[in-house]
């Protein structure tokens, strides 16, 4: 039988317990993170943690603002 090398794990790809939670649907405290233009809802949207909520937002526009809201 052939002998295999040792496994190597990539630390940069290793899924940390919140993406994982999203990814599955799990429960994450329900944050929610919305896009406004001005005072106007533009959309709501799944995002990682407040960074990533507002530079999704602004993806999408730029001229948009971000709130990230969570109820625990």
């Known amino acids: 039988m052939k ?6 794990i990539n630390r940069e790809k290793i899924i ?3 993406e994982l939670k999203i ?6 405290g329900s944050c929610q993170c919305w896009c406004y233009d001005g005072p ?12 990533d909520c ?12 971000a709130t ?3 109820i625990n």
């Open 3 to 8: 002998k295999l090398g040792l496994l190597k």
């Open 16 to 18: 940390n317990d919140e």
């Open 23 to 28: 990814l599955k649907g799990g429960d994450t």
């Open 40 to 51: 106007m809802v533009m959309g709501i949207m799944a995002s990682l943690n407040q960074t």
């Open 54 to 65: 507002f530079d999704d937002c602004h993806y999408v526009n730029p001229n948009w603002d």
């Open 68 to 70: 990230w809201n969570c």
